[in-house]
C-alpha cells in the first residue's frame, strides 16, 4: 500500500465538538501509525455561519491536544475554482444538469408530499427541459443550481468499522452539488478536496455515511476511485444520542477550562470506542500509535463517562513532574484571585509542597483551589455542623488549648516533631492519638478530611496554625 493520507474536516461554525476531537484523534493514530500523513482542512464554504475566530479556536483545541498535522490547514473558501472545474466537468459529462425550481417551489413540493404521505425526493423536474423551456427559464432570471444525476442501481460502503452496507440508488435524491450562489455543496467541496489531496481513507463520524453513498457515486461518475470509509459511531451520550449540551461539556475548551490534562483526554477518548484488546487503561501518547487499528474500532456506541475521564485525569495529575504540577495550576489558582503576584524562589518551593500534599485527591486541575483553600486565603470558614459535630464535645476546648502550648514550644515545627508532640500530649491525657487527630484538623482547616495532618500543619506553619487554634476557641467557648 502507497502512503496512507487522512484528514480531519471541521466546520468551522463553532467549537471543536469532542466527538469531532475523537474523530480527529482517531484519525491522527491511524496516519502515525502507518507513518503516513495527517491532514487539516478547514471546511468554511458556508460563509454566513463560520468564522476566523472560530478556525481559531479549533487550531488551538488540536494543537492544545497534540494533535499535529501534516499539511494544512487548507481553506475551502480558498479553492472554489477547483470546485468550479469539477461541476463543470459532471456537467460537461452529463452526471449533473441544471435545475431552475425555486426554494418556495421545493418546499411546497415536499410539504405536499408530506401531507400526502409520500416519499419525497427531487422529481427530477428540470432533466428534461427542451432548450426552449430552459432559455425561457433563464430568461426569468431564475436562481440556478446544479444537480448530481444519481444513476439506477445499487451503492455499497465496504465499511472498515461497520461492514458493509448497501443502498438502493432509487432511495437516493439528484443532490444539488453547486448552490444557486454558485457556491459547491459540502458533498461536491469534500470529494474534490479527498481527490485532490489523495486521501486514502475517510475516517468520520458515522452521521455522514448517507453523504458516503453519493460521494461514491460523484467519485465514479468522475471515473475516479473512493478512498476506504471508516464510520465511526457517535452516541456518545449516556441515551445514545449524539453528545450534546444535555450531557455535559461539547467543546475541548471547555474541558481545558475545567482542568482536564490534554494526554488525558487524549487517552480517555482513544478508549472511548477502540480498545487495544487487552485490559491496559492508562496508556501514553506512544503506545496508542504504536498499537492503533481501525479493526479493533467499535462498531457500538460508545458512552461518555465523565467519571471515568475524570479518573484517568487523576491519575495523569499524580503522574506530574512537580514543576509542571504547579506550572498547570497556578493559572487556575490565579485565575481565583490567589498568587497574582510574581512568586519569589521560596514561595514557589512552598507551592509545590502544598500541591503534591493535595493532588492525591484531586481529579482535575481546578480542585486544587477548594482542596487547598485553607493554604491560600487567611481566613477559613467553620461549617457550623462539622464545628458541632467535632469541636463542641466536652474537653475539647481544653484539648485545643494544650495542643496550642504545645506547638508553640515547637522550634522546629516540623511534622515530625508536631507528630511527637501530639503524641506525647494524648499519652499524658490518657486519650486516644484520634481524640486530638479530628478536632486539631477541623480546627486548623475547616475540614473534616484532607492529606496527612501532620505535613499539612507544617506547610500551613506554626503562626497560621496557633492563629486558627485560637480562632476555634472563640467558636466553642460559649
Ligand atoms: N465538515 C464536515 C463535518 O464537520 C466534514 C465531514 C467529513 O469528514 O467529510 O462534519
Known sequence: MGEVRVRIAPSPTGFLHIGT?????YNWLFAR???????LRIEDTDLERSSPQMVDVIIDSLRWLGLDWDEGPYF?????????????RLLTSKNAYYCYCSEDELRERRER??????????????????????????????????RFFVPEGETVVEDLVCGRVEKDNSDIEDLIIVRSDGRPTYNLACIVDDLEMRI?????GNDHLSNTFKQILIYKALGAPSPQFAHLPLGLGEDRSKISKRHGAVSVTEYKKMGFLPEALVNYLALLGWSPGDDREI????????????????????????????????????????????????????????FREELGEEKREWLKRVLLLLRE??????????????????????????????????????????????????????????????????????????????????????????????????????????????????????
Open 21 to 25: 476531537a475523537r474523530t480527529a484523534l
Open 33 to 39: 501509525n502507518k507513518r503516513g500523513k495527517f491532514i
Open 76 to 88: 475551502q473558501s480558498q479553492r472554489m475554482e477547483l470546485y468550479r472545474d469539477y461541476a463543470q
Open 113 to 146: 408530499a408530506i401531507k400526502e404521505k409520500k416519499d419525497w425526493k427531487y422529481n427530477r423536474r428540470c432533466l428534461r427541459l427542451t432548450p426552449e423551456e430552459r432559455q425561457e427559464l433563464e430568461r426569468e432570471g431564475r436562481p440556478t443550481t446544479l
Open 200 to 204: 486514502t481513507h475517510v475516517i468520520r
Open 283 to 338: 496508556m501514553s501518547r506512544q503506545e496508542l500509535v504504536k498499537v492503533f487499528s481501525l479493526a479493533r474500532v467499535s462498531p457500538r456506541n460508545p458512552i461518555f463517562d465523565i467519571q471515568k475521564l475524570e479518573w484517568m485525569n487523576s491519575q495523569y495529575i499524580k503522574g506530574l513532574e512537580e514543576g509542571d504540577l504547579l506550572r498547570l495550576v497556578l493559572p487556575f489558582l490565579r485565575e481565583k484571585g490567589w
Open 361 to 478: 485527591r484531586a481529579h482535575k486541575l481546578t480542585d486544587f483551589e477548594d482542596l487547598g483553600s485553607y493554604f491560600f486565603s487567611s481566613e477559613i470558614e467553620y461549617d457550623p455542623q462539622t464545628v458541632e459535630e467535632y469541636l463542641r464535645s466536652p474537653g475539647t476546648k481544653r484539648k485545643i488549648v494544650l495542643l496550642g502550648e504545645r506547638f508553640a514550644e515547637l522550634k522546629d515545627f516540623s511534622a515530625e516533631n508536631i507528630e511527637i508532640a501530639l503524641r506525647a500530649l494524648a499519652k499524658e491525657l490518657g486519650v486516644k492519638a484520634a481524640e486530638l487527630i479530628h478536632p486539631l484538623r477541623v480546627a486548623a482547616t475547616g475540614r473534616k478530611g484532607g492529606p496527612s495532618l501532620f505535613h499539612l500543619l507544617e506547610l500551613l506553619g506554626k503562626e497560621k496554625v496557633l492563629k486558627r487554634l485560637e480562632n476555634t476557641l472563640s467558636l466553642i467557648s460559649e
